[in-house]
């Protein structure tokens, strides 16, 4: 059966419509723990009003429903055929002669679809949320209104200066300022591939501006020269503001676009970019586990026959399963970036073996 049919259509507003009202119901539940929660964390703390416990939970809530995004979707789906075999719809659709493929064909297509438009669109807001959420818990932490995400510990990082030699810049401390990011103690040492050292700089301070790091009371060491003694240098740089707050922010508050150049850049520099390549093909394959999740509740739900009984059975089995294979998958994916499995693996196999344990089921009840 083709979506674009009006079987197809009318299937396609059920599983919307469904998935519509059970993602409200759940982020009006998460919302309400989440504000709950901060308000206890905040009591006695006159420097927060409601607002910002309001922002905070707001900015938070794209990770928290990207973990239960999954059972989401197999809620709403299990809403929709069940629905659809209570009122006998489904049987009519098979005596019409529509196969239980192309029963699920539009269905299918409408969440693959979802999946697409909450990576490609929706990943990148969430990011950024995600990202003003980091913030907003580093000053609810530090008590300070002002503050921004960078490390008090000091910064450590690589780029990549050519093909052959590489950059490692430490600061004892950072801060930013508007758009300007400022850095105290500054040294910088230039090796080759095999960790051999070649020039050191010290700076007493040092800016980061277009292109460049603006370096203040600059000394110069390089073997078998005097040291060099200046008041500011020039030194060019790959680096920007964003760059650097990547590396103390998560995955998740990188937007997919961002991942591939984010992975080349940490590449090039010799940095593991085993967590953002978990992070951005899982996003990849994400439509797809989606799709595995309404075979799943088909298996569950999809019933030709209510009177039986044992629906409510059915529905908690297949909420159980659910979590089950949330479970498997968070810890397929810790194997994952442990380095145990590859990642490619990782975030395939959740996924492949989910929909091909439900399409073998549903094939036997399709026989039977």
Known sequence: MKPTSILGRYLTKQILLNFLAVLLMILSVIMLFEVVELLRRASGREDVSFWFVL???????????EMVFPFVVMIAAM?????????????????AGVSIWGFLLPVMTAIFMIGVVNVALVNPMAADLYDWYETLEYRFKTHNPKAVLFSDQGLWIREALDENNVMVLQAKSLRQENEELFLRNVTILEMNRKSQPGRRLEAFAGVLRSGYFELKDVRIFEAGLPTKVLNSLKYDTTLDADRIKENFAAPESISFWDLPDTIRFYERSGFSTLRLRLRYLSLLVSPFLLCSMVLVAAVFALRPNMRGGGI??????????????YFLTQLVYAFGVNGFIPVGLTVVTPALITALIAVSILLHLEDG
């Not at 922002?55 to 429903?65: S, W």
Request: proline share 2%; aromatic share 12%.
């Open 79 to 95: 809403a929709t055929f069940w629905k659809l075999s209570k009122s006998n719809e489904f049987v009519i659709m098979r005596a």
């Open 55 to 65: 922002e905070l939970a707001i900015t938070k809530m794209p990770k928290t429903i």
């Open 312 to 325: 409510m059975f059915l529905i908690v089995g297949g909420i159980t399963t659910g979590f089950i294979l």
